[in-house]
């Protein structure tokens, strides 16, 4: 187990502010974690547990103490002709896990490629991308109880999943702590690729429709519209894409035309928050030593130097005019801390 205090966490978040914190623990089993909750009430102090950082925002120095988790490792449990189903450990990085999937053929999990964050992560936020929720493939969610480190095992059903949410980010926030997540992947060819442009990409190699092709072509999709956070801080998409009623939506189409949209059943319809933005002529332009990328209106970035405040002053701006403009609230994806 790591300990370490007044630790840069540079290297553990995306955004590339130089942040320090009070202590940092990596623990690399279930039972190391188990050990160190039982003999530290957390209840009691200032803690956070971390992925990879790529959905974080810090504000300044962390004064309390920071956990991550080191547990890897990826388990068959059970395997038939249909499906596959995967224990498969907090620590490991997502894409990774995807990738892996994708080598042995199995499916579903592909459209959520080069997601950046890791496994444990993914199940708290329920991660999603081209129509497609990590909620979709979970079957369990093993964790540890802060409190006591007593394990507790969550069925899919009972995690509350919604768009970008769990139990874990409301009632139960803070009180378990991920050690691995159960997947169902199927072994049978099953596609996902009526959102966004990926069918039209696909169509446009003129490939051959295999597992392979398609997790190449949303990694080419998402590395040509979204900056690499080794050469410029950010945290992938900044904002969630607001769900509205149809008749505000209707409403808005006759102003907007083509104004973009995805159906999420009868009565509602997701906006893409990327599009508003650019509405409002905010891609490319900067805050201070904050911006808007260039190519993705939904990725805000630091420009060099950036303190996590500027992000957040133009985070409130960008806010501030899709409001005054289309009448709609757009929130942060990003955890500030």
């Known amino acids: 187990m790591k300990n370490l205090e007044n630790y840069s966490l540079l290297a553990h978040h995306t955004f590339g502010m130089d942040v320090k914190t009070a202590r940092f623990i990596e623990y690399v089993s279930e039972i190391e974690l188990k050990d160190f909750l039982c003999a530290h009430s957390l209840e009691n102090q200032l803690w956070l547990h971390i992925g990879s950082g790529s959905n974080l925002l810090f504000t300044g120095n962390y004064a309390g103490i920071i956990l991550h988790s080191g547990i890897k490792g990826t388990e068959v449990l059970t395997e038939n002709e249909k499906e596959v189903i995967v224990r498969v450990g907090a620590g490991e990085v997502w894409d990774d896990f995807v990738a892996l999937a994708v080598d042995n053929g199995w499916y579903g999990a592909e459209n959520l490629s080069l997601i950046p964050g890791e496994v444990g992560a993914s199940a708290v936020q329920n991660i999603g991308a081209y129509g497609v929720e990590v909620k979709d493939l979970i079957v369990q969610v093993e964790t540890l109880e802060v409190a006591t480190g007593r394990k507790r095992i969550f069925e899919r059903d009972e995690c509350q999943y919604a768009y970008r949410e769990s139990i874990f980010k409301k009632s139960?926030?803070?009180?378990?702590?991920?050690?691995?997540?159960?997947?169902?992947?199927?072994?049978?060819?099953?596609?996902?690729?009526?959102?966004?442009?990926?069918?039209?990409?696909?169509?446009?190699?003129?490939?051959?429709?295999?597992?392979?092709?398609?997790?190449?072509?949303?990694?080419?999709?998402?590395?040509?519209?979204?900056?690499?956070?080794?050469?410029?801080?950010?945290?992938?998409?900044?904002?969630?894409?607001?769900?509205?009623?149809?008749?505000?939506?209707?409403?808005?189409?006759?102003?907007?035309?083509?104004?973009?949209?995805?159906?999420?059943?009868?009565?509602?319809?997701?906006?893409?928050?990327?599009?508003?933005?650019?509405?409002?002529?905010?891609?490319?332009?900067?805050?201070?030593?904050?911006?808007?990328?260039?190519?993705?209106?939904?990725?805000?970035?630091?420009?060099?130097?950036?303190?996590?405040?500027?992000?957040?002053?133009?985070?409130?701006?960008?806010?501030?005019?899709?409001?005054?403009?289309?009448?709609?609230?757009?929130?942060?994806?990003?955890?500030?801390?």
């Open 172 to 337: 139960l926030k803070g009180k378990y702590i991920v050690t691995a997540v159960v997947y169902r992947l199927s072994k049978l060819p099953m596609f996902r690729l009526e959102y966004g442009n990926v069918k039209a990409e696909l169509e446009k190699c003129g490939c051959e429709l295999t597992l392979k092709q398609v997790r190449k072509v949303i990694v080419a999709i998402r590395e040509a519209k979204l900056p690499d956070p080794k050469v410029q801080g950010n945290a992938g998409s900044f904002f969630m894409n607001p769900i509205v009623p149809r008749k505000q939506y209707e409403e808005l189409r006759k102003i907007y035309p083509e104004i973009p949209h995805y159906e999420v059943d009868t009565d509602r319809v997701k906006i893409p928050a990327a599009w508003m933005i650019d509405q409002c002529g905010w891609k490319g332009k900067k805050i201070g030593r904050a911006g808007v990328h260039d190519k993705q209106a939904l990725v805000l970035v630091n420009c060099g130097g950036a303190t996590g405040q500027e992000v957040i002053t133009l985070s409130e701006e960008i806010q501030k005019s899709v409001k005054e403009r289309f009448g709609i609230q757009i929130f942060p994806e990003v955890n500030f801390i």
